[in-house]
């Protein structure tokens, strides 16, 4: 299997990019990200956490416990993908149901588990789970303060929309720790490249 990234761009910005053709995967990228193929995605977020999807009082009686990366990544073959934030158009309507109709070919392919992360605190992203009947394909994490996206240098500003600092949004393939696939949309409201069934054809 090809480690690769895949970003969808436009001739002209092609032209204007420094480095970014990758022999071989011919890959383009239009922006600097942090991780690429290869990268080891728990090192290169140091001392960050997510947040399992829960309730209130889930949180509460958790006394409000946070995820190591390393409990979620380390030997273990995981598809991840960030989204903008949880009840938003593209996200509720193509993003999620697009693994979600898919979950049973992802274990197929011996898939551990499909990671669903926004910048969103937990109880909105379990409440959002449960509205899109989810939870039982998918699993839900919140970043809360972006800390996991910024560190990944996936952190995308939507003040525009109204949304605030959030994330583009990718997907990825993460087998013990690295990144094998990583695929980056040019714009939050594209969905080319970042869907289920993309990343299936890459495993």
């Not at 938003?88 to 197929?108: E, L, M, W």
């Not at 499909?114 to 109880?123: G, L, R, W």
């Not at 809360?144 to 949304?163: I, M, T, V």
Request: charged content about 25%.
């Amino acid at each position: 299997m090809a480690s690769i990234i895949l970003k969808r761009t436009s001739f002209s910005s092609m032209k204007s990019m420094a480095g970014c053709i990758r022999t071989g995967a011919m890959s383009f990228r239009a922006f600097a990200t942090k991780v690429e193929a290869g990268t080891d995605i728990v090192a290169a977020a140091p001392d960050v956490f997510l947040q399992k999807a829960r309730t209130w009082d889930e949180g509460v009686s958790s006394k409000f416990a946070t995820t190591p990366l390393k409990d979620i990544f380390r030997g273990k073959r995981v598809v991840i993908f960030g989204l903008p934030g949880a009840y938003t158009g593209v996200c509720s309507q193509q993003h999620v149901p697009s693994y979600k109709n898919n979950i049973d070919k992802f274990r197929a392919e011996k898939v551990d588990s499909v990671i669903c992360v926004a910048v969103n605190d937990p109880y909105a992203m379990n409440a959002w789970a449960e509205k899109l009947e989810a939870k039982d394909s998918i699993d839900f994490y919140g970043d809360f303060d972006g800390s996991f996206h910024k560190s990944l240098g996936l952190e995308k500003d939507l003040s525009a929309a109204l949304l605030g600092p959030r994330s583009q949004r990718w997907s990825a393939l993460v087998v013990d720790g690295k990144v094998n696939v990583l695929n980056v949309e040019e714009n939050p409201s594209d969905f080319k490249v970042s869907g289920g069934g993309h990343i299936l054809k890459q495993i």
